[in-house]
Nanobody
Framework: QVQLVESGGGLVQAGGSLRLSCAAS????????MGWFRQAPGKQRELVAD???????NYADTVKGRFTISRDDAKNTVFLQMNSLKPEDTAVYYC?????????WGPGTQVTVSS
């Protein structure tokens, strides 16, 4: 089992920045991917960014150039630095980890961007 806990969400004005953190615990060996999805009201959950165990990053087109995913292996933590935030970035952001074909999710953290 892998446990994930997000932090860093909140309310920010358009153009502002937030940094989300996702701390992983439990059986974290051999995790293939970690990353972030988001879900806005009335919309499907969508991939924002992910990071492979080999440090290859992948971003949704809507966040490229504005968001950066990174990790601190010593702290078993993945970060999502979000800059130039837009009202359409408003959503619940979920951290996930994929291992041996299974996906683990955090409870989510709300990000609200006001115009």
């Amino acid at each position: 089992q892998v446990q994930l806990v997000e932090s860093g969400g909140g309310l920010v004005q358009a153009g502002g920045s937030l940094r989300l953190s996702c701390a992983a615990s439990g059986n974290i060996f051999s995790i293939d991917y970690m990353g972030w999805f988001r879900q806005a009201p009335g919309k499907q959950r969508e991939l924002v960014a992910d990071l492979t165990s080999g440090s290859i990053t992948n971003y949704a087109d809507t966040v490229k150039g504005r968001f950066t995913i990174s990790r601190d292996d010593a702290k078993n933590t993945v970060f999502l630095q979000m800059n130039s935030l837009k009202p359409e970035d408003t959503a619940v952001y979920y951290c996930y980890a994929a291992k041996y074909g299974l996906t683990y999710w955090g409870p989510g953290t709300q990000v609200t961007v006001s115009s």
